[in-house]
Each structure stands twice: as structure tokens, then as C-alpha cells.
């Protein structure tokens, strides 16, 4: 029977061995003591394995000390290799060409030290400087080889997406708080801060980029963005696509918060109302009706001032998915498998531009038949007229979402019954029903003939007349798209729940949990590193944004000064 002592001492000798043979390095001098320190690191890590295992008495403990001894290992090796990476560029014969001037570059005396993160934990390294003598241009052959540069890209990609995608999911410091329970080593908030701010900028930049150069080669290409446009460039006309918008609110403070922010304006609107009055303000600025935050909008310099102390700003959602990305799930429910979202905050032009270039991204533009869904709100229906209107190869379905709808309908019939008991709900209930029918089997005029009917004189109640004359307004407005009896019979849906769900899970828990606040390109900011993980295209969306950092030029010390 093999004795204990003899095996570890026999797994130990094997292990070093691999390790050895796999950052074992050739060059002389630096080579051989690189390889004498790695295995007496390796020695030492087997022994202090080895004695750690022993003191363990339950599996967690031992998987734990497992875990935690692997990692330092890793990064150990991973250290070691690194080294081995930097020694080709040391002896000073290699040939770097200068990336500015394409002179022939010299290496400096100097190495410089660095800490990367990764996901084996953290690794310091050195690295040799070269300096092009001709235009002074400094350059680390290594970080090229290696594919990394500054800020995000220092550290991992591995490191960066993990990080972010926890940070996004949830609150910086909960989400680092995951990050470490997860991976065994820390990162702060500040970096994840950082990092989320980089990166979720830079996918911000190349979307508005990517719009606006969208906007403009509709005019130079007019045929790519009409039916028949999909031929241009190789693909299949899709079939039908759905798309669905609206609004919600978010918290803005912009300038410092917290402990030592300079206090606002003192006779400021906000700081002038009372009581009573500011508490209204906030809950009508929090539920309130989206409008655009053009300039131009106001009607008058105090509906502007208003607006600009105004605590809460309008989030523009939409989503687009196919009629074949639809799923049936249990219960008759369906699911979407394959959908796109986009977020923003900013003016009417911004978001036009961004709902043009996901309309053209998804091919929505070349689809047979659109079904726009969404609620009544001011400015909706007009921008998709503007960006689809019907033309010979596409049909435009515009149906207004059924909850909204019966909502309307529901404030009058609690207004005609009340609200209060359960016996009045009941009332309410069974006086609606009769119109709910009526609206179900597309039959908007019946209702409105019905709603004509209901009192509004002065013998009836102010909010009862006024809730009734608003709901015939409504109906009005949207009488040709409310035949939910066709619409059902032709497949469709009729409920913008997917939109009103990505207000409720992809916005709200991120950007307005309890007292928080962001200014507005930090939320957009958060808004595309959530729409890209709602998406589905967060491995594709990170490695695009860190490798467009990554090809931007490195700002030099004696630039930031200037």
C-alpha cells in the first residue's frame, strides 16, 4: 500500500513537472531564474495545499480550500507566462516599428510594473518600453500582442463582461458583492463604475453614430429602406414583425449628489412650492404623460422652467420581435424567443433616428406586414406613420393595446358606481360588461354610441361627466384601431404586454429602485448595457465596444495637460 507522505510527495513532483514544461523558457540568464522561482513557488503551493486538505473535515471545507488554492495557482502561472511572454521584447534585437511614424523603435532601460484583473484573480507583471527616437511615440510590444490596452481593456475580457453583466443585472454594490461571493476575489465599485461608464458610453456613441449615418443613407439609398430592400442585400423578405412602444419615468439629478454637493438654486421653482404642492409635483412628474424635451415644446417660459427642475425624465422603449419568434408555452401563454430592445432618454429627433435604425437593423422595414401596438400616447402614432407608412409591398396594422382600452372604460363605469366597496366594483363591473363585449368583438362605435348616452349635465357629478367626456374623446381618436374582433381572427395579438414588460423588468428595477438618481448619460448609459443583456447580444455588444476602445488613440500625459 503506497504511503500517504510518498503520494503527495509523488502528485507534487508530476504537477511541478507539468507546470515547468509548460513555462519552461530557453532564454538565458532571466529564463533560468524565472523557472528556478516558479518551481520552488510550485513546490510550495503543493505543500501548503497538501497541509490545508488535511486540516479539512467536510466536503464545502475542502472544495473551498480547493477552489481558493486553484486560483492562486492560476495566477501564479499565469504570471509566470506573462514573463515569458515579455523576454523576446527584453534583449533589445527584436524590430518594432513605430505605429505613428513607422521608424524603427528602441527599447528603454526601464521596464514598467502593472496589476491586471482577471478572472483567476489578480496578476502583476512587467513589461519593456519602447520609445520611438524620431516622434518620442512610447509602445509595449507585449499589450499588443496580448490584445489589451488602458482602462477597460487592461484588464480580462473575461474579468470585464462577468463584472458588468452582474453590475447590470443588479446595484454596483450588490452586483460586486456577486461578483466576489461568485469568483472568489474582489472588485470595487469604483471599477465596476468605471467600467460600466466606458463601456456602456462607447456603446452609446456607436449607436447614435450608427443612426445617424442610417438617417442620412435613406436619402443617398432610398430603395435599401423600402419593401423589396432586403433583395439589396442578400436576405429573405420577413413575414410579419411587431412592434411596440411607450414610456415610463426615471429619477435625473445631474451635477455632484450626496454628502458635500453644493445646494441648488435657493428661490428655485422646485424649493418654492408648498407642501402640499410639492408633493403633487412629484407624483404628477412621476406618473405623468411623456412628452418630448425639445426646447421648442414649451408652450412658455414657466412650463420650461418647470421641465428643467422637474426630478423625473421620460424613457422611450421599444421592442421589436417577429410573428416566428412567438412561442407557445403552457396555459395558452406565448413567449418571445428572439426579440430587440431599445431604450433612450433625449429629444424626439434622438429617438426617431434610433427607432429608424432598429426598424432597419430588424428588417422591420422590409416586412410584409407591421403591427404597431401601444398605447395612446402623444407622439407615438405620428412617428410610426412618418418612419412606416403603407406602401404596395407592406401592410400597417395599428391596434391599440386592449389594456388601455378597457381601462378608459373601467374609470367610467367606477365613476358611475363608484370604487370604494366591493359591492360597487361589482356594480361597475357588471354596468361595463355589456360594453367590454361590445369592444371584444371589435365594435368601438357601439361603445361610443352607449357612452353618448351617460348623463354629463349638471344633474351628474363633475368627475363623473369629465371622466366620461375624456373616455369619448379617446375612443374618437383611436375608433380604427380597435376592431379587436379582426384583429384576433387574423392571428394577431392585441395586448402590448411585451413593452409594458420591459419597462417593469429591464428598466424600472435598474434605474428607479428607491432613491435614486442618475444624470441623463449615466442612464443612457446603464440603458444600453440593459437593453443589450435583455437582447440577447451582450457577448457580441461588449466585445464590439471594448475592441472599438481599443483601436482609439491613447492619450498622453502631456496631451491631458494642455
Known amino acids: 500500500m503506497v504511503n500517504s507522505h510518498e503520494a503527495g510527495l509523488a502528485v507534487k513532483s508530476e504537477v511541478a513537472s507539468v507546470s515547468l514544461r509548460s513555462c519552461a523558457v530557453v532564454a538565458p540568464g532571466e529564463g533560468e531564474a524565472l523557472q528556478i522561482v516558479l518551481e520552488a513557488a510550485v513546490s510550495g503551493w503543493l505543500t501548503g495545499t497538501v497541509e490545508e486538505l488535511a486540516v479539512a473535515r467536510t466536503l464545502e471545507e475542502l472544495v473551498k480550500v480547493l477552489l481558493r488554492r486553484v486560483l492562486n495557482l492560476g495566477v501564479m502561472v499565469l504570471g509566470a507566462a506573462l514573463q515569458r511572454r515579455d523576454m523576446k521584447w527584453r534583449d533589445g534585437r527584436a524590430h518594432v516599428p513605430c505605429p505613428k511614424c513607422r521608424s524603427g523603435m528602441t527599447k528603454k532601460k526601464n521596464r514598467a510594473s502593472i496589476k491586471r484583473k482577471t478572472l483567476l484573480g489578480e496578476v502583476s507583471h512587467e513589461r519593456t518600453l519602447w520609445k520611438c527616437p524620431k516622434c518620442g511615440h512610447t509602445l509595449v510590444p507585449l499589450d499588443q500582442e496580448l490584445h489589451v490596452g488602458v482602462k477597460a481593456n487592461r484588464h480580462d475580457r473575461g474579468f470585464v463582461s462577468l463584472l458588468l453583466h452582474m453590475v447590470t443585472a443588479l446595484q454596483f454594490a450588490k452586483g460586486c458583492e456577486l461578483f466576489e461571493r461568485s469568483t ?29 449615418a442610417a438617417w442620412e443613407r435613406q436619402f443617398k ?66 406618473t405623468g404623460a411623456g412628452a418630448w424635451h425639445d426646447d421648442d415644446a414649451f408652450d412658455d417660459d414657466k412650463e420650461k422652467e418647470e421641465h428643467e427642475e422637474s426630478r423625473y425624465r421620460d424613457v422611450r422603449a421599444l421592442i421589436i420581435f417577429g410573428a416566428a419568434d412567438l412561442i407557445e408555452g403552457k396555459g395558452g401563454r406565448k413567449y418571445i424567443e428572439k426579440k430587440v430592445i431599445r431604450a433612450h432618454i433625449g429629444t424626439a429627433d434622438e429617438w426617431k433616428k434610433l427607432v429608424h435604425l432598429a426598424l432597419f437593423q430588424t428588417g422591420a422595414l422590409w416586412a410584409q406586414r407591421v403591427v404597431t401596438i401601444t398605447d395612446g400616447g402623444s407622439g407615438i402614432w405620428p412617428l410610426m406613420n412618418e418612419l412606416l407608412p403603407r406602401t404596395e409591398g407592406r401592410t400597417v396594422v395599428q391596434i391599440l393595446d386592449w389594456c388601455h382600452a378597457v381601462g378608459h372604460l373601467w374609470k367610467v363605469g367606477t365613476a358611475y358606481k363608484g370604487n370604494k366597496t366591493p359591492a360597487q366594483r361589482r356594480a361597475a363591473r357588471q354596468w361595463l360588461k355589456p360594453l367590454l363585449d361590445e369592444l371584444h368583438e371589435g365594435h368601438p362605435s357601439v361603445v361610443l354610441q352607449r357612452l353618448r348616452k351617460c348623463p354629463t349635465g349638471k344633474a351628474v357629478a363633475s368627475d363623473f361627466a369629465d371622466t366620461v367626456r375624456k373616455c369619448i374623446k379617446y375612443f374618437e381618436d383611436h375608433s380604427s384601431r380597435m376592431h379587436y374582433g379582426r384583429f384576433r381572427a387574423a392571428g394577431l395579438l392585441i395586448g402590448s404586454g411585451p413593452i409594458e414588460s420591459v419597462h417593469a423588468w429591464v428598466i424600472q428595477p435598474r434605474l ?51
Open 184 to 212: 472568489g476575489h474582489a472588485a470595487s465599485t469604483q471599477l465596476a463604475q468605471g467600467l460600466a461608464e466606458e463601456v456602456g458610453g462607447e456603446l452609446f456613441n456607436q449607436e447614435m453614430a450608427e443612426a445617424n
Open 221 to 286: 439609398e432610398p430603395d435599401l429602406f423600402l419593401p423589396g430592400g432586403e433583395k439589396l442585400v442578400g436576405l429573405p423578405q420577413p413575414g410579419t414583425v411587431y412592434i411596440m412602444e411607450d414610456n415610463s419615468k426615471v429619477g435625473i439629478h445631474e451635477g455632484p449628489r450626496g454628502r458635500g454637493a453644493p445646494a441648488g438654486k435657493p428661490n428655485s421653482f422646485f424649493d418654492r412650492l408648498g407642501k402640499h404642492q410639492k408633493a403633487k409635483k412629484v407624483r404628477k412628474d412621476k
Open 512 to 562: 428607479r429602485l428607491p432613491g435614486m438618481r442618475w444624470s441623463v448619460a449615466g442612464a443612457n448609459r446603464m440603458l444600453r448595457l440593459r437593453c443589450s443583456w435583455a437582447s440577447g447580444t451582450w457577448d457580441t455588444d461588449i466585445t464590439r465596444a471594448l475592441d472599438a476602445l481599443l483601436k482609439k488613440p491613447r492619450k498622453r500625459k502631456e496631451d491631458a495637460t494642455v
